[in-house]
């Protein structure tokens, strides 16, 4: 039986989203960087994924050394009617994969696409990490959690410094799956699209977002 419970501040209001999101589409004009930082926000926010579904670890050391996990090009698949991201089991907590639709927001879709689109034209295979380092010494190089969640927190400072203290990378998650649910994609769908075990885990989270939270359409805008 599910005993935990979600506060309301562990969800981001429809409004802070878009102030985040508004806030990353102005500056990733001038920084590739903010640009990848709006991704990243796009797949914790919008998509729901863990800090440990898309980033990576490194284990071994010197010669030995690899990277473990890590969403690849491929696992995002924006060209299809029916786009998705795959969470191979390797990624997926538990050992769980899933399948996370993206016709839940167009915002989303357009900004995963248009991210995958310009890292094929650069030189990027499917093989590849979907999101990697962009400075020129290790560029391509997968980053790891703690820098999924500096970058997170990077992301929110237009929430303002109190806010922006409180908020981390799972707030994201919290955000997704009940925003979706407020937008009226069923229990069953949005259970599938989290990865969670059981319908139960999922039907918390479907009163922490009030009527009175913005308009329901496009769920993140």
Known sequence: MTTWTVGRE????RSEIQAVLADLHRKARRSINTRMNLVLFRLATCCGLRASELSSKTVGEGANKRFVGGLRLRDVRVSSTSPSIRIPKALGKGGKARVVPLNFDQGTLDDLRAWKQDRIAAGATEDD?????????GKGKPIDRHNARKRFKACCRVLGKERQAEVTIHHGRHSFISHALHAGRSVVEVKEAAGHSSLATTSIYSHLVGDDDGAIGNIFG
């Open 129 to 137: 990490f979907f999101l990697c380092t962009q400075s020129k010494r």
């Open 10 to 13: 562990k969800v981001l209001t």
